[in-house]
């Protein structure tokens, strides 16, 4: 190239690559030389690039790199692109190359590459698969620690746990209770799972009208009700404690728990009955509190010194707060001492004040036994007697209750974080989407060109071929997205119809061999007809079950280089037996237990980043199987390859 050449482009072609945001360089396919590279790519090097072999500049390698070297590749017939990806460790690039042989403005033979930047995209798939083993991780702590909750819920006395769920129309569905309802409500669990107006319906009516009149607020609350039990007539007080939280469809969840407060409701009643009445009863009173569960009562006064004096307390208080009754007469602020450090400025203020009150007070605390960590809550309410305030309460261990709530709140808090990074991880598929709709943006700008920018026929066929191809890469990636969502929505249906299996075996045999799936590999694409049923005719969703072998037959070529791609149908009594087999690189052992999770691949970042793919193919084709009624099941050994089975229940066309 001469040095006016150099200096300024005449050629029409050489201007239209000299304009493109692109990065492009032309070399000679025999020597390697470069022999034009446009602004964008000179402007990223900072030294003189035609003249130079292709490698000096992009590789930083001493001689041609590996792709130079495959002679047969690289000189294909003309117009036909191939693509690779390149690091150069001066720059810290990732490139991908796209390669084609075209003719030069002189006329001879030359490599026309365009280099696309995908260092971002290379380190995106390091954090996405961060972002992978992160998610499995908190999903399986999910699932752990609700089968640890539900076991604790439902061996939990006098309390039972539930999980309702408010949708769109307003209808409520009770998604989750223990087994204390049972025996806490009198009512088996099989009349209220389906309706939790069978459990509801058993309410005061008053009180249903404040529970129904808070959940409509969205707000937590505490509400005290009362049922009715169906089995005995018997009245039960419940204490219910509700939070809301929305899940991804912006569906209310409430997560509750009730506790039976019927005992405590009796003796609340007990203790607003005259003073009279229970000191000629205390006897019967005394027997009652000392043999009460996890509870005990007391009664104290205020002195003229304005200290807190101890009149009475049952045998429990003593083992409530571990301190002889004898030494709190003596001295009732003694238990104060124990209360956990960072509750007392709180807790002791307001029960020092409320001794002199005459209304109610309820007050929960940590509360220390040595080591052991325990959550107490005093009920009293005062009255007046002879000029004095007296004070009637009672003490409760509400320590299994809190673990309970504490538990319910980190289960709600892991699944809004699990719903979170799910929600970050398809934002960062976003470059998914991104990389084909690039290149259509950009060809279709080449395209547009006219007058004297105006592209050849050849090259125009050339780039519409480009933009097709990465438009139905596109459209297959936003259907595959759409599907998992209706699919996890629980909003996929199945549609069978007669049809001819034997046909739609064909025609996806035809459709593979037609498309450039197949270009490149040294494979045999096999259609297996030795099982197949003559008559062929069976009542299928066709669509789906085309989507479900699609998915895996290309996985399949794209995961095999060498050796065959096989797959057919058997008919069996319990329907249709397809399978998709391969000689390919594999899976693990350790692995197949995580296949058909969405979102999900199996390989190492280095295969991952070979093949490429979303992990969404499989997870699609194992739920639309599981929804079909059917069973999906693999066999595979890493580096020989992989045997799908799926088998799915089908009635023959008569």
Known sequence: MSDDTKGRNTDPLQIVLDNTMAKVYVCDVDTYEIVFANKALKSGVPYEIEGKKCWQVLSS????????????????????????????????????????????????????????????????????????????????????????????????????????????????KLLYISK????????????????VNTLWGQMYPEDLKKVIAASKEGNPFNQEVRFTRPDTGELVWLHLAETPRRNGHEELIWDGIAMNITSRKIMEAELKSSQEELLLKAHQINDISNNMVKS?????HLTEKDEIALDYASNNIEDLLEIPIE??????????????????????????????????????????????????????????????????GIIMDITEQKLLEMQLIEACNRAEESDRLKSTFMANMSHEIRTPMNAIVGFLDLLCQDGEDAIDPEMQKEFMNIVTANANQLLQLIGDLLDISKLDAGQMKISPEPGDVNGMMKNIHRSFSASKVLAG?????????????????????????????????????????????????????????????????????????????AFN?????????????TGIGVAISKNLVKLMGGTFHVDSELGKGSHFVIMIPSQQVI
């Open 61 to 172: 390698f001493d001689g041609p790199c590996p792709y130079c070297k495959l002679h047969d590749v690289l000189k294909r017939p003309l117009g036909e692109p191939l693509l690779w990806e390149n690091y150069n460790p001066d720059f810290k690039w990732w490139l991908q190359m796209s390669d084609s042989i075209v003719k030069w403005t002189d006329g001879r033979l030359v490599h026309l590459i365009t280099i696309t930047d995908i260092t971002d995209v290379k380190n995106n798939e390091v954090k996405l698969q961060e972002y992978k083993e992160t998610l499995e991780k908190l999903l399986s702590e999910k699932t752990e620690s609700e089968q640890r909750l539900k076991a604790m819920s439902d061996n939990m006395p006098y309390t039972f746990a539930f999980q309702i769920l408010r949708g769109k129309d307003q209808k409520s």
């Open 180 to 195: 204390g309802v049972e025996s806490i409500c009198g009512l088996s669990l099989d009349n209220i799972k389906d309706n």
């Open 296 to 300: 005990g009562i007391y009664r104290t």
């Open 327 to 392: 030494e709190l007469k003596k001295n009732m602020g003694i238990f104060m001492v124990n209360i956990h450090p960072d509750d007392k400025s709180e807790v002791i203020p307001r029960i020092v004040a409320s001794t002199g009150e005459m209304g109610e007070a309820t007050t929960e605390f940590r509360y220390l036994k040595g080591n052991e960590l325990c959550w107490l809550k005093i009920q009293s309410k005062g009255f007046l007697r002879n000029g004095i305030v007296y004070r009637d």
């Open 521 to 597: 590999k040294q494979i045999d694409f096999i259609l297996d007809e030795s099982g197949k049923d003559e008559m062929g005719l069976y009542v299928l969703d066709f669509t789906r079950v085309r989507q479900i072998l699609d998915n895996l037959i290309g996985n399949a070529i794209k995961f095999t280089d060498s050796g065959y791609v096989k797959y057919g149908y058997q008919a069996t009594p319990e329907g249709l037996r397809f399978y998709v087999e391969d000689t390919g690189i594999g899976i693990a052992k350790e692995k197949l237990n995580e296949l058909g999770k």
């Open 601 to 613: 691949q199996l390989h190492d970042a280095s295969l991952a980043s070979k093949y490429g793919g």
